[in-house]
């Protein structure tokens, strides 16, 4: 547990002292994150222009601070580096350099499209692909799908499947945090609430591996989601409405990957659409968006605009209240998508104790 704290610790002051000084040096090189701008043609854009010259890619000091806090927490006697977790950290750079290339391109033309969308999709799922079959021929990760119980049947899908599988979770989470990334702390407070989840979802398997199986170190896990979550922490000091700074691309296909592959090391992939909900709504609403309006020739829209976070602006919402008020849906599904294993198993098994008055019953022994 001390490990925990220290991970968070550690991670959120780094992350609140670096993103500052991140600040200041973004903003001497002109670093700024290009903003859409409203016109005839596109006249439903929220007007953001007030946000012209902040700087962006904050999500360095995320990543870094991360590192840092999970570094340092290991000089504690006990903790120690498992396989998965040094492969979960290979993939989160791997993705986060992806998203800094994206976000310098975007920086450099002046203009709000980086890497060209089609090609960094192919691109971010093949990394994908590559991070998922490098878990399974590196580590002993469980190929099994289930509900987060061991002991209830699951599907094993075999290595080759699984690979297929796990890829795209990896890439559907990470495009649906970059599709979040709209407004001033969104994506950023609900990977918070994303990561104080799977760190308690990590420790309870140490607790209780009838519940969830084979996971290979889940201390590692959760003093990692643990250091990603201070990281989130500090950065959102600044990042908070009015932003001082924007996370970026680099931070935000970081901390998707890093949600997908907790979930899926954890083996709690199927959990992913609560502890992540927003994130899947956000996401949906462009999907949904894109089919009617296909399918109607573009013609009809089924929000005022999609993501759904400017359909609410659209309407009238102020940017503070759609934060605050999907802050507190994530948080809401976050601690379900937490309790729910707990309570798919009881935490105690009660034992009949024969007293003076009759009978008694003690809890017994943690499972």
């Given at each position: 547990?001390?490990?925990?704290?220290?991970?968070?610790?550690?991670?959120a002051?780094?992350?609140?002292?670096?993103?500052?000084?991140l600040?200041?040096?973004l903003?001497?090189?002109?670093?700024?994150?290009?903003?859409?701008?409203?016109?005839?043609?596109?006249?439903?854009?929220p007007?953001?222009?007030?946000k012209?010259?902040?700087p962006?890619?904050?999500?360095?000091?995320?990543?870094?601070?991360?590192?840092?806090?999970?570094?340092v927490?290991?000089?504690r006697a006990?903790?120690?580096?498992?396989?998965q977790?040094?492969?979960?950290?290979g993939?989160?750079l791997?993705?986060?350099?992806?998203?800094?290339?994206?976000?310098?391109?975007?920086v450099r033309?002046?203009?709000?499209r980086?890497?060209?969308?089609?090609?960094?999709?192919?691109?971010?799922?093949?990394m994908?692909l590559?991070?998922?079959?490098?878990?399974?021929?590196?580590?002993?990760?469980?190929?099994?799908?289930?509900?987060?119980?061991?002991?209830?049947?699951?599907w094993?899908?075999?290595?080759?499947?699984?690979?297929?599988?796990?890829?795209?979770?990896?890439?559907?989470?990470?495009?649906?945090?970059?599709v979040?990334?709209?407004?001033?702390?969104?994506?950023?407070?609900?990977?918070?609430?994303?990561?104080?989840?799977f760190?308690?979802?990590?420790f309870?398997?140490?607790?209780?591996?009838?519940?969830?199986?084979?996971?290979?170190?889940?201390?590692?896990?959760a003093?990692l989601?643990?250091?990603?979550?201070?990281a989130c922490?500090?950065f959102?000091?600044?990042?908070?409405?009015?932003?001082?700074?924007?996370?970026?691309?680099?931070?935000?296909?970081?901390?998707g990957?890093?949600?997908?592959?907790?979930?899926?090391?954890?083996?709690?992939?199927l959990?992913?659409?609560?502890?992540?909900g927003?994130?899947?709504?956000?996401?949906?609403?462009?999907g949904l968006?894109?089919?009617?309006?296909?399918?109607?020739?573009r013609?009809?829209?089924?929000?005022?605009?999609?993501?759904?976070?400017?359909?609410?602006?659209?309407?009238?919402?102020?940017?503070?209240?759609?934060?605050?008020?999907f802050w507190?849906?994530s948080?809401?599904?976050?601690?379900?998508?937490?309790?729910?294993?707990?309570a798919?198993k009881?935490?105690f098994?009660?034992v009949?104790v024969?007293?003076?008055?009759?009978?008694?019953y003690?809890?017994?022994?943690?499972?």
């Open positions: 547990m001390i490990a925990l704290v220290i991970a968070t610790s550690i991670a002051v780094v992350s609140l002292f670096g993103t500052r000084s600040i200041g040096v903003s001497e090189r002109g670093a700024s994150q290009p903003i859409l701008q409203q016109n005839a043609a596109n006249a439903r854009v007007a953001h222009q007030h012209a010259g902040t962006t890619m904050g999500g360095l000091v995320v990543v870094a601070a991360a590192l840092v806090g999970y570094l927490s290991h000089v006990g903790v120690v580096f498992s396989d977790t040094l492969v979960v950290i993939g989160v791997a993705m986060a350099g992806l998203g800094l290339v994206d976000d310098v391109m975007k033309a002046r203009q709000n980086g890497v060209y969308w089609k090609v960094k999709g192919a691109v971010s799922y093949l994908s590559g991070i998922a079959t490098v878990l399974v021929v590196t580590t002993d990760i469980d190929t099994r799908v289930s509900l987060t119980r061991a002991d209830l049947p699951g094993d899908l075999g290595p080759v499947v699984w690979v297929l599988w796990a890829g795209t979770i990896i890439f559907a989470t990470t495009n649906a945090v970059n979040t990334d709209g407004l001033d702390g969104l994506a950023g407070g609900s990977a918070l609430f994303g990561f104080i989840a760190t308690g979802i990590a309870w398997a140490l607790r209780n591996p009838s519940i969830y199986g084979a996971v290979v170190n889940p201390y590692d896990l003093v989601a643990a250091a990603f979550a201070g922490a500090g959102l000091w600044w990042n908070a409405a009015p932003a001082r700074i924007f996370m970026g691309d680099v931070g935000a296909l970081a901390l990957s890093t949600l997908a592959l907790l979930a899926l090391t954890t083996n709690t992939q959990l992913l659409i609560l502890i992540c927003i994130n899947v709504v956000e996401a949906g609403s462009v968006q894109m089919a009617v309006f296909t399918a109607s020739g013609r009809r829209r089924l929000f005022l605009m999609s993501p759904i976070h400017h359909h609410f602006e659209a309407m009238g919402w102020t940017e503070s209240q759609v934060v605050i008020r507190i849906i948080l809401v599904l976050a601690l379900i998508g937490l309790t729910l294993p707990a798919a009881p935490s098994n009660y009949p024969t007293t003076h008055g009759g009978v008694a003690v809890s017994g022994q943690m499972p």
